[in-house]
């Protein structure tokens, strides 16, 4: 089974408007965290922002804030604000257990920022 | 500090050739993975080393191997290539599990 799912492979925003990025994961362990990172076209993944289970807050950096809904096992990206820069794919990726480091990813998402 | 680099940035081989991807991990990383992207998909986990020690294989086979030396940069060796293995090879260093930075990736053409 697919442990992380992104159904939408691409999305168009305005530039200066928000998008919402949705992922949904699948774990049994209580110990895990969501990464979401930004690859551009030159190819380097850039972490944009990470949510740990235990965390009560969502986490935000700058213009990205994630949405965590645990009962839901959902974690989607907001992105605020949008800028032509942003344009790029995105990917949604976890961590199982306590102490392990290995990230299953999402298939990812296209987004097309329009001035 | 400096980032993760990886080298080279670009290689092309031919089937049946081995290859050597050199990743230099983030200053005090101990951990470094290596995960292979092939064309519109996610990346995929292969291997991570901690400490000289491999810690954790992806679903990939014996031909694909790797090193960490005692300065935490690592290798991934790739033994007779096959055009399936064309693919962005990407490494990720960590000293903590919620922290992981990527380098630039190494862009492999298997011809």
């Known amino acids: 089974a697919q442990k992380i799912t992104q159904t939408q492979p691409g999305m168009f925003v305005q530039e200066k408007e928000a998008v919402t990025l949705d992922c949904t994961y699948d774990?049994?362990?209580?110990?895990?965290?969501l990464f979401w990172y930004k690859q551009p076209s030159s190819g380097e993944m850039i972490f944009l922002i990470y949510?740990?289970?235990?965390?009560?807050q969502n986490a935000t950096e700058g213009r990205y804030s994630l949405n965590f809904q645990k009962a839901r096992k959902s974690a989607n990206l907001v992105i605020s604000a949008s800028q032509l820069g942003d344009s790029a794919m995105y990917f949604c990726?976890?961590?199982?257990?306590?102490?392990?480091?290995?990230?299953?990813f999402g298939a990812g998402t296209t987004v097309t920022v329009r001035a | 500090e400096t980032g993760v680099t990886q080298s080279p940035t670009h290689l092309i081989k031919t089937r049946g050739q081995q290859v050597t991807l050199r990743c230099s991990s983030q200053?005090?990383?101990?951990?470094v993975s290596w995960y292979q992207q092939a064309l519109g998909q996610g990346p995929q986990f292969i291997f991570q080393?901690?400490?000289?020690?491999?810690?954790g294989r992806g679903n990939f086979p014996p031909r694909f191997s790797g090193l960490q030396f005692p300065n935490y940069s690592s290798e991934l060796n790739v033994n007779a290539l096959e055009l399936d293995d064309s693919a962005l090879y990407l490494c990720?260093?960590?000293?903590?599990?919620?922290?992981?930075?990527f380098g630039p990736g190494t862009r492999l053409t298997v011809l």
């Open positions: 990720a260093s960590s000293l903590v599990a919620w922290e992981q930075f």
């Open positions: 774990t049994s362990d209580q110990s895990y965290g």
């Open positions: 949510q740990g289970s235990y965390d009560e």
């Open positions: 990726a976890m961590r199982e257990g306590h102490n392990d480091y290995k990230l299953s």
């Open positions: 200053s005090g990383h101990n951990t």
């Open positions: 080393y901690y400490r000289e020690e491999e810690n």
